[in-house]
T-cell receptor, first 110, second 115 residues
Framework: EADIYQTPRYLVIGTGKKITLECSQT?????MYWYQQDPGMELHLIHY???????EKGDLSSESTVSRIRTEHFPLTLESARPSHTSQYLC?????????FGSGTQLSVL | AQTVTQSQPEMSVQEAETVTLSCTYD???????LFWYKQPPSRQMILVIR??????QNATENRFSVNFQKAAKSFSLKISDSQLGDAAMYFC????????????FGKGTKLSVKP
C-alpha cells in the first residue's frame, strides 16, 4: 500500500541550528500539508502545496519554510531553531478530500 | 468563521460497550465534508470515517458510524463493541468544497477503553 513517510521520527537539537524535516509520499498526490500539533492539542495548518512549485502559508503563522520541487517530496526547514519551535510536526497528502498522514516528527529544541 | 468544536476532552468506555463522541461545527458553506480521524499513542493519524454534507444517509464503517444532523451542525461518532485498540485521540475535522482540501480540526477527544 502506498504511504507517506516522515524523517526523522524524533529530533533533539540546540538553539540556532538549521533543520530540515523530510516528508515523502508515494501516492502521486498533488496536495500536501504540514500541520503543527502540541501535546494533547488540535492540529494547526502551517503550510500547504497544491503541486510542484506551489506553496502557501497556512492558518498558523510559522517561521518555517517549505519547498515543493518534486511531487513526492515536501520538506520543511527551520533556518534557526528556537525552543518555541518544540512541537510535533505532521505531514499529510490528500486526494478527494481524504488526508493521509505521516507518523510525524517530534522536535525538541533545547 | 468556520470552527469545529469537540466539547468532551476525555471519554471512557468499557470494552464491548458503545460510546458516542460529540462534534459540532459552524459554517455558511453548503458543499462541505466532515471527518473523524483517530490518532493512537503511536501518533500516526488515520481516517476513521467521512461524511459528505449533501448525503442524507449517515456514513458507516464497520463498528464506526456517525449521526449527521445538518440543521443542528452536529456530527457525532458512535463506536460500537469498543475494543482496546480503539483507545486514542479522536479528532473531528471539516473542509469545504472551495478550500482545496485544507482541513479544520477540533481540539480532540481522548478515548480510554477499560478492559
Amino acid at each position: 500500500e502506498a504511504d507517506i513517510y516522515q524523517t526523522p521520527r524524533y529530533l533533539v537539537i540546540g538553539t540556532g541550528k538549521k533543520i530540515t524535516l523530510e516528508c515523502s509520499q508515494t501516492m502521486g498526490h498533488d496536495k500536501m500539508y504540514w500541520y503543527q500539533q502540541d501535546p494533547g492539542m488540535e492540529l494547526h495548518l502551517i503550510h500547504y502545496s497544491y503541486g510542484v512549485n506551489s506553496t502557501e502559508k497556512g492558518d498558523l503563522s510559522s517561521e518555517s519554510t517549505v519547498s515543493r520541487i518534486r511531487t513526492e517530496h515536501f520538506p520543511l526547514t527551520l533556518e534557526s531553531a528556537r525552543p518555541s519551535h518544540t512541537s510535533q510536526y505532521l505531514c499529510a497528502s490528500s486526494e478527494y478530500g481524504k488526508l493521509f498522514f505521516g507518523s510525524g516528527t517530534q522536535l525538541s529544541v533545547l | 468563521a468556520q470552527t469545529v468544536t469537540q466539547s468532551q476532552p476525555e471519554m471512557s468506555v468499557q470494552e464491548a460497550e458503545t460510546v458516542t463522541l460529540s462534534c459540532t461545527y459552524d459554517t455558511s458553506e453548503s458543499d462541505y465534508y466532515l471527518f473523524w480521524y483517530k490518532q493512537p499513542p503511536s501518533r500516526q493519524m488515520i481516517l476513521v470515517i467521512r461524511q459528505e454534507a449533501y448525503k442524507q444517509q449517515n456514513a458507516t464503517e464497520n463498528r464506526f458510524s456517525v449521526n449527521f444532523q445538518k440543521a443542528a451542525k452536529s456530527f457525532s461518532l458512535k463506536i460500537s463493541d469498543s475494543q482496546l485498540g480503539d483507545a486514542a485521540m479522536y479528532f473531528c475535522a471539516y473542509t469545504y468544497g472551495g478550500s482545496q482540501g485544507n482541513l479544520i480540526f477540533g481540539k480532540g477527544t481522548k478515548l480510554s477503553v477499560k478492559p
